[in-house]
């Protein structure tokens, strides 16, 4: 018999089966704070820092000096910090997720994980951050820990602009400066172009996420790129992948100044452009469920951009 999922599980984009269903509630709520049932979003978080490590030329596993064991931590880093990062604003978002459909059911508003065990279980994620920043050069671990600030500021910007898809586009894109910082030991043009490419990118598809809220966000006053750009959503979210792939296509140039090097960012810019083609911002029933799986299918862009970047970073190991 199928028992009947608490309260506390039923979030309308959640992934999780499994263990984390099987886990006893307390477990099963901190696990749910931290969205490890929801792994797109440290998928989202690590790519960025994989294309650093590859366009920096440190990713190509047959050449003397690769660094996939960085990689790996980077992953790793990705998994505790988005975690921390979600336990944090859901900490400070706790009265407005009360307010909205999609996240009163959320561990604390819900009232299955305490105020005081969401901030130990955040320490807890901060310290698995902390052991994958002693495994970072000196100059790297300063670059990551300077995210601290810009990560904090993070949930209190839906209050006060209508982009703050922008602000999570700088700390989600953080790990790109790290990778890259950590491989060339210093902050380049190209990883600057690459940066700036990432915002972009991440402008465009945390818009198409913010789809699933623009009625609650507009009753409660939560601003958002998606309320902002009004009808004009589906030509906002292409705009912002054009300058993307502008932006990397750039950032490729300055590390090989070649047409084929170019060229190796046609398979991400096909599946932004299907994104784009494909996306449909009406409030027609389903439409949430079709901007959520549009929403997700950016942790394939982000490989085919990792793949384009270890093409591209190849070059630079004659």
């Known amino acids: 018999m199928q028992t009947k999922p608490s309260h506390a599980e039923i979030v309308p984009d959640s992934e999780h089966r499994g263990l984390v269903g099987r886990l006893p509630p307390t477990l099963r709520g901190l696990a749910l704070l931290a969205r490890f049932d929801r792994p797109i979003g440290w998928w989202l978080l690590f790519w960025p820092g994989a294309w650093g490590v590859a366009l920096a030329g440190g990713a190509p596993p047959w050449i003397e000096g ?171 979210v292409g705009i912002f992948y054009v300058a993307a792939v502008a932006l990397w296509a750039a950032a490729f140039w300055q590390v090989r100044p070649d047409p084929l090097a170019i060229a190796a960012l046609v398979p991400v810019a096909l599946h932004l452009a299907w994104q784009v083609v494909t996306l449909k911002p009406d409030t027609h029933e389903g439409a949430g469920t079709a901007a959520l799986a549009r929403f997700r299918a950016n942790r394939f862009a982000g490989l085919l951009m990792f793949l384009a970047c270890v093409v591209v970073g190849t070059s630079l190991h004659p």
């Open 66 to 236: 690769s660094r996939w064991d960085l990689i790996l931590w980077l992953l790793l880093g990705s998994i505790a910090m988005r975690g921390a990062g979600c336990v944090f604003n859901d900490i400070v978002d706790r009265d407005l997720d009360a307010q909205v459909a999609r996240t009163r059911a959320r561990p604390i508003p819900s009232g299955l994980v305490s105020i005081k065990l969401a901030w130990i279980w955040l320490v807890a994620l901060c310290l698995i951050g902390f052991a994958v920043l002693l495994q970072l050069t000196f100059f790297a671990a300063v670059v990551a820990l300077a995210s601290l600030a810009p990560v904090a500021a993070y949930p209190f910007m839906k209050r006060i602009t209508w982009w703050p898809q922008a602000w999570l586009g700088i700390v989600f894109s953080w790990a790109l400066l790290v990778g890259w910082s950590d491989i060339a030991g210093g902050l380049d043009t190209p990883m600057w172009l690459l940066y700036a490419g990432s915002i972009a990118w991440v402008i465009g598809y945390d818009t198409i996420y913010a789809l699933q809220d623009r009625e609650d966000d507009a009753m409660i006053g939560v601003r958002s790129s998606a309320l902002r750009m009004g009808s004009h959503v589906k030509a906002g």
